[in-house]
């Protein structure tokens, strides 16, 4: 303990002097009570005992007092001079900036000068911009770090909990930001700005804003001179890393390819803190006139404006601000009529509900043309089974029309011959007819082949257009038989010696004939391997023919 005490005799923790490097390295110049109701909100409710206000201040900024104390003594911040209130500005040098580029992960070569000399004229100006981001943070007490106290100072912290939410961190604001129409970013030419802050907040929904404060000291053309000049870093290109051209401002920070559905610059807030004296009411509207052409834009058919190559300039006050925070209705977008959320006046609200009305109407045309195609395609399916219905095959016995199954098997063929025994019949009337087929007596076995031949062989073999029967047994001949008795040679004697006969009645006519004539059937087919006639060659064989 001892050995803490002699490094940091204020008695100072690393958590307030790391309150101390965030705010003052994205502020630069600060006061004990600024750090504390952005480092520790909570603090703020504490101490409400106290007798007066300078008694409380005193007590929930004593922390941060003396984290300021002891990091004076390492050499990283210093005193800053004073406000016209009195109080201590602090600001951080050299080596602070190097150490406070490490609590906001940001380069040393971002970080912006030391600020020293800020507070030789009390800093009226930096301290609105600090006034600004408080009310852009809205900063949120932890209720964890007030559970032990009373319940009076919970209920306070619980409802500035449940108030409207800010916009980012500490480490989304930077300021002093030079926006160099010519030269360099760390060498900046004549003829640029230079921001007063630039939030970044892309888990907000603000990707890029760049917010001017002005205490009601400049004339509406000092303003207009200053917006002419963000107009020209806009337009400015550089080449990039990869050897292409793009705007400058797209090398430093990230940013949609449009905004609200168009190409726009990036949006520039003026905040007005009424200590001077000008009056912004009269300011605004000298200011709208003066700056036309860089923030109006072109009239669409839908009844919106298209904002491509313009400026969106939001104006809203500072005491409204700190009020009713970014999501009150305190600012007016130049050219339009109400006050808005900051995310409205920044955006197209009437561009997106033109667009969101496209997409509906183009997603409607859509499922009318798919209903539209669903409809002919059922149309198409009903008109092909009606088709197909009207070719069902009708069973030639009872008149039913075939299953599809019964149907399938009908057709089915093996080389061109039809599988099916009774192509013609349902299933039903198919079994009787195989039944009555296997109930007939021995005789009859060759009626279980009696199904009509082929359409090929009924063209081939046209000699019998019915069905033989045998001229002695009076049976029906089988397919292989009446095929066999349809043959012809070159003429029109059939090949087969008794075509009236039957398979079996040729078979035993055969085998009589064999018992009476022995050897005949050997000498018939003698003669007719006998030598065949000589041929005669010249004129005299043609005569002959």
Same mark, same amino acid.
């Given at each position: 303990?001892?050995g803490k005490?002699?490094?940091?005799?204020?008695?100072s923790?690393?958590?307030?002097?790391?309150?101390? #490097?965030?705010? +003052?390295g994205a502020?630069?110049?600060?006061?004990?009570d600024?750090?504390?109701?952005?480092?520790?909100?909570h603090l %703020?409710?504490?101490?409400?005992? *106290?007798?007066?206000?300078?008694?409380?201040? =005193?007590?929930r900024?004593?922390?941060h007092?003396?984290?300021?104390?002891?990091?004076?003594?390492?050499?990283?911040?210093?005193n800053?001079?004073?406000?016209?209130?009195?109080?201590?500005?602090?600001?951080?040098?050299?080596?602070?900036?190097?150490?406070?580029?490490?609590?906001?992960?940001?380069?040393?070569?971002?970080m912006?000068?030391?600020?020293r000399?800020?507070?030789?004229?009390?800093?009226?100006h930096?301290?609105?911009?600090?006034e600004t981001?408080?009310a852009?943070?809205r900063?949120?007490?932890?209720?964890? *770090?007030?559970?032990?106290?009373?319940?009076?100072?919970?209920?306070?912290?619980?409802?500035?909990?449940?108030?409207?939410?800010?916009?980012?961190?500490?480490?989304?604001?930077?300021? &002093?930001?030079?926006?160099?129409? $010519?030269?360099?970013?760390?060498?900046?030419?004549?003829?640029?700005?230079?921001?007063?802050?630039?939030?970044?907040?892309?888990?907000?929904?603000?990707?890029?804003?760049?917010?001017?404060?002005?205490?009601?000291?400049?004339?509406?053309?000092?303003?207009?001179?200053k #917006?002419?000049?963000?107009?020209r870093?806009?337009?400015? *290109?550089?080449?990039?890393?990869?050897?292409?051209e793009r705007?400058m401002w797209? $090398?430093?920070?990230s940013?949609?390819?449009?905004w609200s559905? /168009? *190409?726009?610059?990036?949006?520039?807030?003026?905040?007005?803190?009424?200590v001077?004296?000008?009056?912004?009411n009269?300011t605004i509207?000298? +200011?709208m &006139?003066?700056?036309?052409?860089l923030?109006?834009g072109e009239?669409?058919?839908?009844?919106?404006?298209?904002?491509?190559?313009?400026?969106?300039?939001?104006a809203?006050?500072?005491k409204?601000?700190?009020?009713?925070g970014p999501?009150?209705?305190?600012?007016?977008?130049?050219?339009?009529?109400?006050?808005?959320?900051?995310?409205e006046?920044?955006?197209?609200?009437?561009?997106?509900?033109?667009d969101?009305?496209?997409?509906?109407?183009?997603a409607?045309?859509?499922r009318?043309?798919?209903?539209k195609? =669903?409809?002919?395609a059922q149309?198409?399916?009903?008109k092909?089974?009606?088709?197909?219905?009207?070719?069902?095959p009708?069973?030639?016995g009872?008149? @039913?029309?075939?299953t599809d199954?019964?149907w399938e @098997? @009908?057709?089915? %063929? /093996?080389?061109? $011959?039809?599988?099916?025994?009774?192509?013609?019949l349902?299933d039903?009337?198919?079994?009787?007819?195989?039944?009555?087929?296997s109930?007939s !007596?021995?005789?009859?076995?060759?009626?279980?082949?009696?199904e !009509?031949?082929?359409?090929?062989?009924?063209?081939?073999?046209?000699?019998y257009p019915r069905?033989?029967?045998?001229?002695?047994?009076k049976?029906?001949?089988?397919?292989?038989?009446? =095929?066999?008795?349809?043959? $012809?040679?070159?003429?029109?004697?059939?090949?087969?010696a008794?075509?009236?006969?039957?398979g079996?009645?040729?078979?035993?006519?055969?085998?009589?004939?064999?018992?009476?004539?022995?050897?005949?059937?050997r000498?018939?087919?003698? =003669? /007719?391997?006998?030598?065949?006639?000589?041929?005669?060659t010249?004129?005299?064989?043609?005569?002959?023919r």
């Amino acid at each position: 303990m001892a050995g803490k005490r002699k490094n940091n005799p204020a008695g100072s923790t690393n958590s307030y002097r790391g309150d101390v #490097l965030r705010v +003052l390295g994205a502020l630069k110049v600060a006061t004990a009570d600024q750090i504390q109701r952005i480092g520790a909100p909570h603090l %703020t409710f504490r101490h409400a005992d *106290k007798e007066t206000p300078s008694k409380q201040k =005193q007590a929930r900024t004593a922390s941060h007092t003396g984290a300021l104390s002891d990091m004076r003594k390492h050499g990283l911040s210093e005193n800053g001079g004073s406000t016209e209130t009195g109080d201590a500005l602090r600001n951080l040098t050299t080596k602070g900036l190097e150490a406070a580029s490490h609590e906001l992960r940001r380069p040393a070569t971002e970080m912006g000068s030391t600020a020293r000399g800020a507070g030789s004229s009390g800093a009226s100006h930096p301290m609105a911009v600090n006034e600004t981001v408080i009310a852009m943070l809205r900063p949120k007490p932890n209720m964890a *770090k007030l559970a032990d106290d009373p319940p009076h100072v919970q209920a306070a912290a619980q409802a500035a909990v449940d108030g409207p939410d800010g916009i980012g961190t500490i480490a989304s604001y930077w300021t &002093e930001v030079p926006l160099p129409a $010519t030269g360099t970013w760390n060498a900046p030419g004549k003829g640029g700005a230079q921001a007063d802050l630039v939030l970044t907040a892309p888990q907000d929904q603000v990707p890029l804003l760049f917010i001017e404060v002005d205490n009601c000291h400049e004339t509406a053309e000092e303003l207009a001179a200053k #917006l002419e000049k963000y107009a020209r870093f806009f337009k400015r *290109k550089v080449k990039d890393t990869d050897g292409k051209e793009r705007p400058m401002w797209r $090398t430093r920070w990230s940013a949609p390819a449009t905004w609200s559905g /168009d *190409k726009t610059y990036p949006p520039v807030l003026l905040v007005f803190n009424r200590v001077g004296e000008r009056n912004p009411n009269r300011t605004i509207p000298r +200011l709208m &006139e003066l700056t036309r052409h860089l923030w109006e834009g072109e009239r669409q058919k839908g009844g919106h404006h298209r904002y491509d190559g313009r400026i969106p300039i939001i104006a809203t006050g500072l005491k409204n601000l700190s009020q009713h925070g970014p999501e009150g209705p305190v600012f007016l977008r130049f050219g339009r009529d109400h006050m808005e959320p900051l995310w409205e006046a920044i955006g197209n609200p009437r561009r997106e509900a033109a667009d969101a009305r496209a997409r509906e109407e183009t997603a409607r045309a859509q499922r009318e043309y798919q209903a539209k195609v =669903q409809r002919a395609a059922q149309e198409q399916a009903a008109k092909q089974a009606a088709e197909r219905e009207a070719r069902r095959p009708v069973c030639a016995g009872c008149g @039913a029309k075939f299953t599809d199954a019964r149907w399938e @098997a @009908a057709q089915a %063929t /093996d080389w061109g $011959t039809p599988q099916d025994s009774h192509p013609h019949l349902c299933d039903g009337c198919k079994q009787k007819a195989d039944a009555v087929a296997s109930a007939s !007596p021995t005789p009859g076995r060759h009626e279980e082949h009696q199904e !009509p031949l082929p359409e090929w062989a009924r063209h081939e073999f046209m000699r019998y257009p019915r069905r033989p029967r045998c001229t002695e047994c009076k049976a029906a001949f089988t397919n292989e038989r009446w =095929q066999a008795v349809e043959r $012809t040679g070159w003429g029109t004697v059939p090949m087969e010696a008794r075509p009236t006969l039957c398979g079996d009645c040729d078979r035993r006519h055969e085998i009589d004939r064999e018992q009476a004539w022995p050897g005949a059937s050997r000498q018939e087919q003698e =003669q /007719d391997q006998a030598v065949p006639e000589q041929k005669t060659t010249g004129w005299l064989a043609r005569l002959r023919r």
